[in-house]
């Protein structure tokens, strides 16, 4: 943690980011990460290359962050990268490719999913925290820099969202104790859960309706399958963030252990891996267990990667093979 300490202290022009498909623990992150350089007089960026969801636009900050069109006319002349919640480089998306490998900036790793590849030039990486914000909790206090009530409301958002309302298995002592000194700090929970969980547009009420009407099970009982198409978010107008938290309605069903969000991306983009077919399109797949089962392992065999219990990964197929191939999952659990 020092050298990354040193490291931030000694730079001018910070980028930081997160992952594609951004939750509220990657969210919550770059934004508290960005104030607190900011109260430390560096010049920064802050980057996620998808649609910032609607439930976290409420966040400070949340303002701040651009896609590539925000930087892509702009020198690359950072001196560090903080890459935050990212189990590995490429999971920020096209910058990856597009601009670091011509680029001398030091890249810190901030994360702690378990499938994390070590990549970057300092990592702090603890799979032990119920978030990564959790960690940039700690980081942030290392640095002697105050909790204000906005880093509060950030590392809060990280924490309550990353660990389902305290109701995952990766809740720890922490989570409560840290989002205890964060409503000491400012935070009033029952505003960051309103704009959270307290309301939806009609048209993700139309999804959802959609989204359960596609639930599939295999034949054992154990998989449960969700199936969230381009054609269904153009129907109920709504965007890909909207599918977010459905796959829960499918995890919770009885019996089931193993739950999947089958995902597509809008205009089939996205880096993903391939098992082409004629009618192939590209997708999001998004896996949840009762913890019996190590989604993680799954998603790192087709390119992905997460936690025991949450995890996911991109891949291009055609939607039959898709499914073919995680009912084929069920066979042994």
């Given amino acids: 943690m020092d050298q990354i300490i040193q490291c931030l202290r000694s730079s001018e022009n910070v980028l930081l980011a997160s992952h594609v498909n951004p939750d509220g623990d990657a969210i919550g992150s770059l934004t508290a990460m960005g104030l607190c350089l900011d109260r430390l007089g560096k010049k920064t960026t802050l980057y996620n290359e998808s649609r910032i969801p609607a439930v976290y636009r409420f966040l400070p900050w949340a303002h701040r962050i651009v896609s590539e069109s925000g930087i892509q006319n702009s020198e690359f002349d950072y001196d560090a990268a903080v ?40 990592q702090l990486i603890d799979t032990s925290a119920c ?9 942030i206090k290392r640095m002697g820099v105050p909790i204000t009530r906005d880093i509060a409301i950030c590392i809060y958002t990280g924490i309550f969202t990353d660990t389902g309302s ?3 298995s990766n809740t720890n002592k922490a989570a409560f104790e840290i989002c205890d000194e964060m409503v000491s700090a400012g935070v009033e929970p029952y505003v960051v ?10 048209g993700r009420i139309r999804l959802l ?17 969700m199936t969230v198409t381009q054609e269904i978010m153009d129907e109920t107008g709504t965007h890909s963030e909207d599918a977010d938290g459905l796959i829960n309605y499918a995890r919770r069903i009885k019996d089931v252990k ?32 009762d913890g019996s089962v190590d989604v993680a392992k799954i998603a790192s065999d087709f390119g992905g990667g997460g936690h025991r219990t949450a995890a996911g ?21």
């Avoid at 309706?209 to 399958?225: K, P, Q, T, Y």
């Avoid at 969000?261 to 999001?284: M, R």
């Fill in 83 to 122: 890459i935050l919640d990212c189990g590995d480089f490429q999971r920020i998306g096209d910058l990856a490719e597009l601009r670091f490998p011509t680029s001398d900036c030091r890249i810190i790793n901030i994360d702690h999913h378990v499938t994390n590849t070590h990549f970057g030039d300092y």
């Fill in 131 to 139: 978030a990564t914000a959790e960690i940039v909790c700690r980081l």
């Fill in 166 to 168: 305290f109701r995952f």
């Fill in 193 to 202: 859960a309103r704009n959270v969980y307290g309301t939806y547009s009609l």
């Fill in 209 to 225: 309706n959609l989204a359960l009407d596609s639930i599939e099970i295999s034949d054992n009982g154990r998989l449960s399958m």
């Fill in 258 to 289: 193993l739950a999947v969000l089958i995902k597509e991306f809008p205009n089939g983009n996205t880096s993903a891996s391939s098992v082409a077919g004629s009618d192939s399109g590209k997708f999001h797949v998004s896996l949840r267990s």
């Fill in 313 to 333: 990964f991109n891949i291009e197929a055609s939607v039959t093979d898709l499914k073919h191939k995680m009912f084929h999952l069920s066979e042994n659990i």
